[in-house]
């Protein structure tokens, strides 16, 4: 079992994962309703899986963006696998708001930041990537490089790639929806017949809204 496989189960052995009918689906901020929907929240109540996770993190990152200088995490859910992930590597970390606070500094960056730097994003997921493109904005507005973005997991939806290449970002995940539905199937989580459903969705997440 490989890396993406070893953690699309530990996923679904902490429940990271809801699955619902039809008749009552999850409905996300943006709109989407999904009768899928992956909570990488919970990983942070399990060290084997986030440890597992930040070392993934941390080969990706050593692979793919070995001039990384600084490590920012998403707010709030990239946060953590963010101060993970830069414990393991020894690097420095920052972490991005969805925007600037009304307060204080009103900063929307926390943390020290140095134009010209090297970033890598960590998000605990992507789906259409809107909220992780606004912080790769604000991380350029601030004269930060953007190597890549990273998250544990992917719904896989054609706006993501189209949205990245857009932008000229690239993303890697740990796991995606296609690695782990098979899995799911093998552990009795879903029934086989709910797959073809599960894969339209994913062709096309606003069959439902």
């Known amino acids: 079992m490989n890396t993406s496989e070893k953690v699309a189960k530990m996923l679904l ?6 699955v619902r009918s039809t008749d009552n689906l999850f409905t996300w901020a943006s709109g989407i309703k999904s009768p899928i929907y ?3 929240r919970l990983t942070m109540s399990y060290p084997k899986v986030r440890d597992t996770i930040a070392q993934a993190f941390k080969e990706i990152i050593e692979t ?4 990384v200088n600084i490590i920012a995490g998403t707010a709030t859910a990239g946060i953590p696998h963010a101060a993970w992930t830069s414990q393991k590597m020894n690097l420095p970390m920052v972490y991005v708001r969805s925007s600037a606070k009304g307060h204080g500094k009103q900063n929307q960056i926390e943390g020290k930041l140095e134009k010209g730097q090297k970033v890598v994003v960590i998000e605990d ?4 990537g809107g909220s992780s493109m606004k912080a790769v904005k604000a991380l350029r507005e601030a004269g930060a490089e953007v190597l890549g973005v990273l998250a544990i997991f992917t719904y896989n939806f054609k706006a993501l790639n189209e949205l990245f290449q857009k932008e000229d970002v690239k993303y890697r995940t740990i796991t995606s929806y296609d ?6 199937v093998d552990m009795g989580y879903i029934k086989k017949e709910e797959m073809d459903l599960l894969r339209k969705w994913s ?4 069959i439902f809204s």
């Open 38 to 40: 992956c909570d990488n």
């Open 13 to 18: 052995e902490i429940k990271a994962v809801s």
């Open 179 to 184: 690695v782990l539905l098979p899995i799911a």
């Open 125 to 128: 997921l992507l789906s259409t």
């Open 203 to 206: 062709e096309n997440p606003y």
């Open 64 to 67: 793919e963006f070995s001039e």
